[in-house]
């Protein structure tokens, strides 16, 4: 197959394999492609039609700004020229989440994102340089409320694929007695330290009180026979804004959704920090410089309420529901750490 790659700017930048990306006209022309954008389009309606029928209001937001999500690990930000101001993509919405609570209550937005990707993520098959998320935020929600939440809105989703898209599901050969077995019954909620055990009893070097590794996540992805959540993350592993347990302190109230299938992570959450101090010491803790963040600091400070909320990759969710080797399929321009493309 041949490809539009292009010269990489930097010669002694690594350049991922050649024929990762079919050309785009032969990608957009695809019967595949068309099947699974058609599923996309059912997932969020059906994400859409779950979130506003329990009260939530979509909105959009930036896509660039002066500061953004520092909690990306391993991808760059990309800069913007913004009148001689020095702004960035959007990595994630996270911000904006919490400050538009002082506007409603429960809030979604179907969000793009831009992560510079480290150039090896081309071969995972998970990692695309920007793709979008489902970001629900819900003011005085719990971590619990939350995962409620997101099991709603895949079942919902997916119950409306497998109801509308029977053709389509049949042409990527998707099994899909399987697809409603995994949703039937609810997801289970594993603490993090369990994890951490059932890797190590399988022979994977994890080490507790750590970030689990996608290697790690895609091994028990593998075995699982639903979907299921990692509760409690260590801290240190994510955002200033994951709120550290009171009770237990030093892991996150905070959790990930992992498809089965080999599929891995499909959505983080958790419960915010909302008290500007606590946001302020996770900042420093975190190596952020909180003067960095003064609009957000000024809408915190005067008083944001507590809240919990998710983000659920759009092509993650498609990938799995459609059955896809890998996630630039499920998108109609795939964009790959360090591959030329549209
Ligand atoms: P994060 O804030 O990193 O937890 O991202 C939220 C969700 O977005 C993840 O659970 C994934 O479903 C999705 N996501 C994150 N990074 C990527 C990426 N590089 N490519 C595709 N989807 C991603
Ligand atoms: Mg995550």
Same mark, same amino acid.
């Given at each position: ?33 068309? *099947? ?16 506003? $029928? ?108 497998? *109801?509308?898209? $029977? ?10 007695? *399987?697809? +409603? ?24 070097? +994890? ?42 302190? !030093? ?12 599929? #891995? ?25 909180? $003067?960095?963040? *003064? ?7 005067? #008083? ?8 659920? !990759? ?8 459609? #059955? ?13 750490? !360090?591959?030329?493309?549209?």
């Amino acid at each position: 197959m041949t490809t539009q790659i292009d010269r990489p700017l930097s010669t002694a930048m690594p350049v991922p394999d050649a024929d990762i990306l079919p050309l785009p006209r032969l990608h957009l022309a695809d019967p595949r492609t068309r *099947a699974t954008l058609r599923i996309q389009q059912a997932l969020l309606a059906g994400a859409r039609e779950h979130l506003r $029928a329990g009260g939530s209001v979509e909105m959009t937001h930036p896509i660039i700004g002066p500061v953004t999500d520092p909690g990306s690990r391993g991808a760059k930000q990309a800069d913007i020229d913004f009148y001689g101001h020095h702004y960035k993509l959007m990595t994630s919405a996270i911000l904006y989440k919490q400050a538009s609570l002082l506007t409603f209550d429960r809030i979604f937005l179907v969000a793009p994102n831009v992560r510079l990707e480290p150039i090896e993520t081309s071969s995972t098959r998970r990692h695309l340089a920007e793709f979008r998320q489902i970001d629900v935020e819900v003011a005085r929600a719990t971590r619990d409320e939350a995962m409620d939440l997101v099991e709603g809105v895949i079942r919902h989703a997916v119950t409306k694929v497998l *109801a509308e898209c $029977a053709e389509e599901l049949a042409a990527l050969e998707r099994d899909t007695a *399987a697809l +409603q077995a995994f949703v039937a019954a609810p997801f289970a909620r594993i603490p993090h330290g369990e994890v951490v055990e059932r890797l190590r009893a399988k022979g994977y070097p +994890q080490a507790a009180g750590t970030e689990i590794e996608w290697q790690a996540e895609e091994l028990i992805s593998r075995d699982a026979a639903a979907p299921f959540f990692v509760v409690g993350y260590p801290k240190g592993s994510r955002g200033f804004y994951d709120k550290e347990s009171t009770e237990d302190p !030093g892991t996150l109230l905070n959790f990930d959704l992992i498809a089965p299938e080999g599929c #891995g992570e499909l959505c983080s959450g958790s419960e915010r920090e909302f008290e500007y101090a606590k946001i302020i010491t996770r900042m420093r803790e975190t190596g952020e410089n909180p $003067a960095k963040y *003064a609009w957000y600091l000024d809408v915190v400070r005067n #008083g944001i309420p507590n809240s919990a909320g998710f983000g659920i !990759g759009v092509e993650r969710l498609t990938r799995w529901v459609a #059955g896809l080797d890998s996630v630039w399929q499920a998108t109609a321009f795939p964009k790959l750490a !360090g591959v030329v493309s549209p």
